[in-house]
Nanobody, 116 residues
Framework: QVQLVESGGGLVQPGGSLRLSCAAS????????MSWYRQAPGKEREMVAR????????TYADSVKGRFTISRHNAKSTVYLQMDSLKPEDTAMYYC?????????WGQGTQVTVSS
């Protein structure tokens, strides 16, 4: 049974940092690209960052380049999102996803709120 469980969200002041984690199970984690998405109230879900499987190629949304870093630990089946220099506009529910065997799966999300 495929499971993706996000954690690490919370309330942080502008300029602060958070590290999100997504623990995966039920599939061969090291074989799949992992992605982080976010959705703010009233807005569409958008891709934030993506990391490929074997070659660790990373892709970022323009809005987070230079501030966010995606990484993965295959032995722990976990993908991370280090978020620095956070802005109020980063406030959203953050989700990880993967598509093992061609079926797109989402976690339940973790809330990030950037506010003073």
């Amino acid at each position: 049974q495929v499971q993706l469980v996000e954690s690490g969200g919370g309330l942080v002041q502008p300029g602060g940092s958070l590290r999100l984690s997504c623990a995966a199970s039920g599939f061969t984690f090291s074989s799949y690209t992992m992605s982080w998405y976010r959705q703010a109230p009233g807005k569409e879900r958008e891709m934030v960052a993506r990391i490929s499987s074997s070659f660790r190629t990373t892709t970022y949304a323009d809005s987070v380049k230079g501030r966010f870093t995606i990484s993965r630990h295959n032995a722990k089946s976990t993908v991370y999102l280090q978020m620095d220099s956070l802005k109020p506009e980063d406030t959203a529910m953050y989700y990880c996803n993967a598509a093992p065997n061609g079926v797109l799966r989402w976690g339940q999300g973790t809330q990030v709120t950037v506010s003073s």
